[in-house]
């Protein structure tokens, strides 16, 4: 079924709405792709993939764009609502975006890997190319994994905590430089008022979550549903009881986990352990 026309005759599919935007105000203005990098400082072909739906951009270009056009914030309120948008995510994950994006809090528990909320770029495109993703599938990914992060911003941002298995933090990248700005992006989001980290050490022994990755949701209407994960397949669980028992295995886990405050010296040992890059 073809997406859904307004009676603007634009569509209403977020992603395909801020492209249509782009082509048309590049058009009125009467702009080649050549002149548009020249004017803003960006290499032209960016604005070409982002016109042909290969790319959103970021936000910064997105709001130069604007300024150059005049329109305000109308370019930026599109990316912002394109990146955000859950038909990015595989079938599986929709249902949980929708929920997660509506949730008064949430809290979770890492088994292997950062949350995607507190992933950088570069993180994120590591992690998902090496879960086979690739190509022009893996850049729509990355940012739609980066337009989660803007949940826990805002002076509204719902309470968040994490409680991270030590392997999260030892499992680093190849690249040195991108391990650093992780890890000082772990340690400035810790600082947030509406984010809790934990950390659990190797020597916490076994426990209910050992090989589960979880995410919790309060919703709206009071309940409280939760998201598995495996390196195979992902659950969204709705079932009441089910959830009262991930709940107190989650709860067995945090009080194994060191406090926030040794949680974020923690990382910040993590920080200093990083290779420096060698002085030319």
């Given amino acids: 079924m073809p997406p859904r026309r307004a009676v603007t005759g634009r569509s209403q599919e977020p992603r395909q709405r801020f492209v249509e935007e782009l082509r048309l105000l590049r058009a009125q203005k009467g702009d080649s792709l050549r002149q548009l990098g020249e004017v803003l400082g960006w290499d032209w072909s960016l604005f070409g993939k982002m ?9 910064e270009v997105a709001q130069a764009l604007d300024q150059h056009y005049g ?14 948008d859950p038909k990015q995510f595989k079938e599986r994950y929709r249902r949980y975006m929708t929920l997660e994006a ?17 992933q950088t770029d570069g993180y994120a495109r590591v992690v998902l190319a090496a ?3 690739k190509g022009e599938e893996l850049t729509r990914d990355v940012e739609a994994r980066i337009g989660r992060r803007e949940l826990l911003m805002g002076e509204d941002a719902p309470p968040f905590r994490t409680i991270l ?24 989001a810790a600082k947030r008022p509406n984010v809790t980290l934990h950390v659990l050490p190797h020597d916490s022994g076994p426990h209910g979550l050992v090989s589960t990755d979880v995410m919790f949701l309060r919703l709206p209407d009071g309940r409280t549903v939760a998201y598995t994960e495996n390196a195979h397949r ?12 991930l709940q107190r295995a989650y709860d067995a886990v945090r009080d194994l986990a060191l406090s926030p405050a040794e949680s974020r010296k923690f990382v910040m040992r993590m ?10």
Avoid: F
């Fill in 234 to 245: 992902g659950e969204l669980i709705e079932e009441t009881s089910s959830v009262e028992r």
């Fill in 271 to 280: 920080l200093e352990e990083v290779p420096c890059e060698p002085s030319t």
């Fill in 102 to 118: 509506e949730a008064l809090s949430l809290w979770h528990y890492g088994v292997s890997l950062l949350p995607g909320m507190l």
């Fill in 131 to 133: 879960g086979g993703t």
């Fill in 51 to 59: 016109e042909g739906g290969q790319t959103l951009g970021g936000p």
């Fill in 71 to 84: 329109t305000k914030d109308l370019l930026l309120t599109l990316w912002e609502l394109a990146a955000g």
């Fill in 165 to 188: 298995s030590e392997a999260v933090l030892r499992t680093s990248l190849e690249d040195a430089e991108q391990w650093r700005k992780q890890l000082e992006n772990l340690a400035e």
